[in-house]
């Protein structure tokens, strides 16, 4: 019950700032570096920097680097049960699809090829 | 309703909702629809894209018989000598615009319906699975419940699977 309790007081606290109900907006929409939702909250990047560290202190927002670029997305913690099954529901299916499209384009490029040759 | 897209910048977005009894996903792929048909009814094909890489399951093997009643198997290795088959019939075949097919490995007996809608020369995929109850559904959402998270990843996956 005490975790539970100071888990809430971490999300309240998340919450209770405009630019961070903002950042959770726009990752509801589209996964963001920091970069970019420092220029788009007009922000310095060290600003930035500690806002997000706040979203995931609060288990509403995971990063991970790749390279130099630290990327956002909304914690699956953050979302209910059903909205996190959809989520992982649908992190399956687009890494499946980044495949496919890998094969589609071959066999385009395939037939653009015999195309030429007739 | 539930609805989750990302729109990122370079490739187009896959999203996925929820109705009463069904899961939809939607995606565009920049090729006609005769040719993203052909990558879902190819074995030789589809085996380079159906398997997530970041799940680390090997395919052990494929079978598709891509005609209204053939039937399809597709069976995993989970390690320890153990496997996991993922079957069923295609009911409809209507290319290069419909492929549906049953899952039978579940006792949900859940249905899959993929349209491929070309417009412009790039396709507009949407696969529909239809379980028969909005319960069923419920279950299958619930299941990873209280599993921890690589496991609730796996159970995503195998709710796509079949």
């Not at chain 1, 007081?9 to 726009?26: H, I, K, Y």
């Not at chain 1, 649908?90 to 384009?105: G, I, M, S, T």
């Not at chain 2, 030789?44 to 890489?53: C, D, G, I, T």
């Not at chain 2, 069923?88 to 075949?93: H, I, P, S």
């Amino acid at each position: 019950m005490v975790q539970y309790s100071s888990r809430l007081d971490a999300s309240f606290a998340a919450l209770s700032d405009a630019t961070r109900r903002g950042v959770l907006e726009q990752l509801w929409r589209e996964d963001a570096s920091i970069t970019a939702l420092a220029e788009r909250f007009h922000m310095t990047l060290t600003g930035m920097k500690k806002h997000v560290g706040v979203l995931e202190q609060a288990g509403l927002v995971t990063t991970e680097k790749v390279g130099r670029v630290r990327t956002c997305r909304l914690g699956l913690r953050g979302l209910d049960e059903e909205w996190a099954w959809i989520e992982r529901y649908r992190r399956v299916w687009d890494e499946r699809f980044d495949e496919l499209d890998k094969v589609v384009a071959d066999l385009k490029l395939k037939e653009q090829s015999n195309g030429r040759k007739k | 309703m539930v609805e989750r897209s990302e729109p990122a910048s370079a490739k187009n977005p896959t999203t996925v909702q929820r109705t009463d009894r069904e899961v939809i996903v939607t995606r565009t792929f920049d090729a006609p629809a005769r040719i993203v048909f052909e990558a879902w009814t190819r074995p030789e094909l589809f085996k380079r894209w159906w398997v997530p890489k970041s799940i680390g399951l090997a395919l052990l093997s494929l079978e598709q018989d891509v005609r209204v009643g053939g039937g399809y198997r597709l069976v995993f290795d989970l390690g320890d000598s153990k496997t996991m088959a993922f079957f069923g019939k295609y009911v409809e075949v209507t290319p290069p615009s419909r492929l549906a097919w049953t899952n039978e490995e579940s006792e949900d007996g859940t249905v899959t319906t993929v349209t491929f809608e070309e417009k412009d020369g790039r396709t507009h995929l949407t696969l529909t699975e239809a379980y028969p109850t909005r319960e069923a559904l419920d279950r299958n959402i619930g299941s990873a419940e209280g599993l921890p998270e690589q496991f609730e990843q796996l159970d995503a996956l195998l709710a796509t699977l079949g």
